[in-house]
């Protein structure tokens, strides 16, 4: 069966600092490999995804993830934090083999402090 | 431009009592799914969908089940409520060539 495993459940960091949260799932297989960011009180919104083609991926608001095959990782990146990136941050994995379940890491809170 | 929609946002249920959780989507989405969300631990999958008629168990189905009509409507059931229910339900659907699931708001359940 598929897994993923966030290495850190809570980052505190300072505003302007730079992030990075890490993912690793387990799978021998090609993989589709999906971040998901929540806000307090709210569902989890795509921030960014890996289907096929560059290992580089970056979404809109400054992030960007790496697909390492040889790692079995994809983990999060930015270089500078807002305060507005305090959010609770998933990563999700889903084999093309497994019915197209999507399977979800344990989450890591990101709180930037002023 | 609903998505995903849940209802209710909040529920209070006692000890043994019944309810369903309704999700209903507008996106013509093949995949849909159950997920609670208990904190530090992610979010487990009770219950999946890949067409109307068609549902399978996922991580966590004891004590839930689920229909699958019709495209747009997937709810989730529980029959004979535990503490242990006690969480925040999301239901989410997907697009098939995208691979990029839609979340619900949210239901926050509290069994007492």
């Known amino acids: 069966a598929q897994s993923v495993t966030q290495l850190d459940s809570q980052v505190p960091v300072f505003e302007e600092a730079p992030v990075e949260l890490r993912c690793n799932y387990s799978?021998?297989?090609?993989?589709?490999l999906f971040w998901y960011v929540q806000y307090p009180n709210q569902g989890l919104q795509l921030l960014l995804k890996?289907?096929?083609?560059?290992?580089l991926v970056e979404s809109i608001n400054g992030f960007e993830a790496e697909f390492n095959k040889s790692q079995t990782s994809f983990h999060l990146r930015k270089p500078s934090v807002h305060i507005s990136d305090t959010a609770e941050y998933f990563c999700?994995?889903?084999?093309?083999?497994?019915?197209?379940?999507?399977?979800f890491g344990g989450g890591t809170r990101v709180l930037v402090k002023p | 431009n609903a998505g995903v929609t849940q209802t209710p946002k909040f529920r209070i249920l006692k000890i043994g009592q019944s309810m369903t959780l309704q999700c209903t989507q507008d996106m013509n989405h093949n995949y849909m799914y159950w997920y609670r969300q208990d904190p530090g631990m992610g979010l487990k999958l009770i219950y999946y969908?890949?067409?109307?008629?068609?549902?399978d168990k996922g991580e966590v189905p004891n004590g839930y089940n689920v229909s699958r009509s019709t495209t747009e409507d997937f709810p989730l059931r529980l029959e004979l409520a535990a503490p242990s229910q006690t969480s925040v339900y999301f239901c989410?659907?997907?697009?098939?060539?995208?691979?990029?699931?839609?979340f619900g708001q949210g239901t926050r359940l509290t069994v007492v």
């Open positions: 969908s890949v067409g109307a008629g068609i549902t």
């Open positions: 799978s021998s297989v090609s993989v589709y």
């Open positions: 989410a659907s997907r697009n098939g060539q995208s691979r990029e699931a839609f």
């Open positions: 999700a994995v889903s084999l093309e083999a497994a019915g197209n379940k999507l399977t």
């Open positions: 890996y289907l096929s083609g560059s290992t």
